[in-house]
Nanobody, 123 residues
Framework: QVQLVESGGGLVQAGGSLRLSCAAS????????MAWYRQSPGKQRELVAA???????NYADSVKGRFTISRDNAKNTVYLQMDSLLPEDTAVYYC?????????????????WGPGTQVSVSS
């Protein structure tokens, strides 16, 4: 079974920083794109940042210049460095990964989600 587990959320004052981590584990053959999404109460889940297997990043306009996504392929881990945090960044942050994994006697390509980690930014 493939699992994603996020860590690093918490409460921070506006202008502060947090670093989120998401580690994939299980019967993994390869990981393609990895991404961070967020969802705040009453809003739809939105893409924050994504990164290809080759390391090319893409960001939502609202976080450009403040957030940095990176990955360590050897550790099957993706990171999100969040600087200059704003109260509107408050949300549950979810990790997503496009993973080719092994399930008994076959291989399966699937998008996996982590359970989420809360980020709260106070003004």
């Amino acid at each position: 079974q493939v699992q994603l587990v996020e860590s690093g959320g918490g409460l921070v004052q506006a202008g502060g920083s947090l670093r989120l981590s998401c580690a994939a584990s299980g019967s993994i053959l390869s990981i393609n794109a990895m991404a961070w999404y967020r969802q705040s109460p009453g809003k739809q889940r939105e893409l924050v940042a994504a990164i290809t297997s080759g390391g090319s990043p893409n960001y939502a306009d609202s976080v450009k210049g403040r957030f940095t996504i990176s990955r360590d392929n050897a550790k099957n881990t993706v990171y999100l460095q969040m600087d200059s945090l704003l109260p509107e960044d408050t949300a549950v942050y979810y990790c997503n990964a496009d993973i080719l994994g092994r399930a008994s006697d076959y291989v399966l390509r699937k998008a996996y989600w982590g359970p989420g980690t809360q980020v709260s930014v106070s003004s």
